[in-house]
């Protein structure tokens, strides 16, 4: 039977072409979308790593060409934690979760490199406000204000791209080619290691990170200054006036802004949402030109091949089979078209092309596979059920 097949599509080699082109194409579009949908929903279901419910990134500016002293701004920090639903606050750096705002670089052990990790100056109070899963150490503390070397703490996937599989606590790592003369500052001391996080958007995949412990009596003077703030659940526009008023309490020329994190987690998700259903709106045009190129490709072999069937069916052949035969013919072309483009698909996780796993790959191969049979035996369906009806005599009689 397969035989046979083979030996009709061959006789019509230049027609299948065309289709095999048309299904090889169709299937890398497939594929693409399912590579980006499949990862996409699994960085979706991933955990966060930090719980970002509940919490305000106060924004605390000096007037232009102003500085605001680090005694002054730990007081305005004092001040916005006394008041009433506020549970903690953090001085952190600039590039916090959900924001256009990144910092990142490559480390070093013992001639080891991370991959490009983020980082993020953070004080004390850093954990109590994002609520980080530590596991193993602590995080930073007073006791630390002595240390030699800045206290760090480091991702579990930046642990293991470090130090593998051995410990990590009280190890110190620099920057990337640190150079002879290192700075003290410039030598992190892992002192904790948390859960992977995922600070980008909901659609992002977990980055390696290190949050470097900010100095608490330094006499750095801040132009802009980020906190975060914890507060108490149902607190809303009222809280808020009421840090916009500290704030400017302290000194006129500071201004301040305060938003909330979770409204800033959907703007980012709106925004990463864009070209992933850009993309999907072309692959789906796509796929219905295609369709419909492959129906009516499909109906032309049948008026074309009018006298083949009326000849199969008078010496015997029953509809069903006749339907059957193109349909089978549909499969065995579509399959050359699917075995191309799973070879090209198969060099993605080969080459480990834009960093992703395994799997979302092998899984998105899968999913173009099926959708493409799924495809071509819906638009191979009515043109065998009108071979099927063909009669003989009628067919037979026309030619």
């Not at 109070?125 to 994002?130: D, K, P, R």
Request: charged letters at 20%; glycine letters at 8%.
């Amino acid at each position: 039977m397969f035989r046979h097949l083979f030996t009709l599509i061959w006789n019509r080699k230049r027609a299948n072409l065309l289709l095999i082109s048309e299904i090889f194409f169709s299937f890398v579009v497939l594929f693409g979308v399912a590579a980006v949908l499949i990862t996409s929903a699994k960085n979706y279901l991933a955990p966060h790593g930090f719980n970002y419910e509940q919490v305000w990134r106060l924004e605390v500016r000096a007037g232009q060409n102003l500085k605001m002293p680090r005694a002054e701004l730990d007081d305005v920090l004092r001040q916005v934690k006394a008041l009433p639903g506020v549970r903690t606050v953090a001085l952190t750096s600039g590039n916090l979760p959900f924001i256009f705002n990144v910092n990142n670089s490559v480390y070093e052990y013992q001639g080891k490199k991370s991959p490009v990790t983020n980082y993020y100056d953070a004080d004390d109070h850093y954990n109590e406000a994002l609520q980080l899963h530590l596991r193993e150490g602590r995080w930073f503390a007073p006791a630390d204000d002595g240390s030699n070397h800045r206290p760090v703490v480091i991702s579990q996937d930046l642990r293991e791209s470090l130090f593998g599989n051995g410990p990590a606590l009280g190890k110190i790592f620099t920057w990337e080619n640190p150079g002879k003369d290192v700075k003290p500052e410039d030598q992190f001391q892992v002192v904790g290691v948390a859960e992977p996080v995922r600070m980008e958007s909901d659609f992002s995949a977990a980055i390696p990170t290190a949050w470097l412990r900010l100095l608490p009596y330094d006499t750095t003077h801040w132009e802009t200054a980020n906190v975060l703030v914890r507060v108490a659940p149902g607190s809303g526009g009222e809280l808020q006036e009421k840090i916009a008023r500290t704030v400017a309490g302290v000194t006129r020329q500071w201004t301040s802004q305060v938003r909330v994190m979770d409204d800033e987690r959907l703007h980012r998700r709106r925004y990463t949402l864009v070209p992933v259903v850009g993309l999907c709106i072309m692959g789906l045009f796509l796929i219905i030109n295609v369709a419909l190129g492959l129906f009516g490709v499909l109906w032309y072999n049948i008026s074309q091949r009018r006298a083949e069937i009326g000849l199969r069916r008078a010496m015997g052949a029953t509809g069903a089979g006749i339907g059957w035969q193109f349909l089978g013919e549909m499969m065995v072309v579509t399959t050359f078209g699917v075995v191309l483009g799973g070879l090209l698909a198969a060099q993605f996780p080969l080459l480990n092309a834009f960093d992703l796993p395994v799997q979302p790959y092998l899984l998105a191969i899968a999913a173009a596979t099926g959708a493409v049979y799924f495809i071509t035996a819906l638009c191979a369906w009515q043109p065998s059920r009108l071979a099927a009806a063909i009669q003989p005599a009628v067919a037979l009689r026309e030619e």
